[in-house]
């Protein structure tokens, strides 16, 4: 369950859709998260998705979890120049009662005005 | 109030001193983790308190100490570090262990001479 892969870079103009992808490899995960980090600064958790759900949507997010490929995605509608930043997906792991987050290596997101 | 508030945001110090990081929550969260998270890499996971109780440490060389004085508060001493130890320190918290969210704090950034 500790291997979360990104890929490093994405850019897209602004108003344009963004799509951020990540596949995972453990089946047993439980949820699968997005978070978001702008430079300097913590995480700041943007949605999530329970594994037995397909899809998630709020706002201009949607989460879609492709559970058979272990691939998760989120899609961002109408990206704005704040929406530059780092996006980690992250696993939940159940291990001795405790929460235990697995994050994959990150995206950098670059809109483009 | 869903914040998780780090103190302090920035901290130099030299391989002699003594120094302490302090993460504070006031949602009634009953699990507080400390992660750390070198540049351009994601977060990784230090330890696990759940109910003021010690319940996961991921190896970490004894030079870093956790406490959890009461269910609001969690402490990071710090002793003898190495400058690779230079890092973000990021705290977050959950309402119980196994809870779905967790939440982060801006994270102390921490230079080592």
């Known amino acids: 369950g500790e291997d979360v892969e990104q890929s490093l870079f994405l850019s897209v103009r602004e108003g344009d859709s963004s799509v951020i992808n990540c596949t995972y490899t453990?089946?047993?995960?439980?949820?699968l998260y997005w978070y978001k980090q702008e430079p300097g600064a913590g995480l700041q958790l943007l949605t999530y998705i329970f594994s037995n759900m397909d899809m998630k949507q709020d706002q201009r997010l949607t989460v879609l979890l492709n559970k058979k490929d272990k691939h998760l995605s989120l899609r961002i509608a109408d990206t704005q120049t704040g929406d530059s930043a780092i996006y980690f997906c992250a696993e939940s792991m159940h291990e001795t009662g405790a929460n235990n987050l697995f994050f994959g290596t990150g995206t950098r997101l670059t809109v483009i005005p | 109030d869903t914040e998780v508030t780090q103190t302090p945001e920035h901290l130099v110090m030299g391989m002699t001193n003594k120094k302490s990081l302090k993460c504070e929550q006031h949602?009634?969260?009953?699990?507080m983790y400390w992660y750390k998270q070198k540049a351009k890499k994601p977060p990784e996971l230090m330890f696990v308190?759940?109910?003021?109780?010690?319940?996961i440490n991921e190896s970490v060389p004894s030079r870093f100490s956790p406490e959890c004085p009461n269910s609001s508060l969690l402490n990071l001493h710090l002793h003898a570090l190495q400058p690779e130890d230079s890092a973000l320190y990021l705290c977050?918290?959950?309402?119980?262990?196994?809870?779905?969210?967790?939440?982060f704090g801006s994270g102390t950034q921490l230079s080592v001479l």
């Open positions: 453990d089946s047993s995960s439980t949820y």
């Open positions: 949602m009634g969260h009953r699990a």
């Open positions: 977050a918290s959950s309402l119980r262990v196994g809870g779905e969210k967790l939440f």
């Open positions: 308190y759940s109910y003021e109780k010690l319940s």
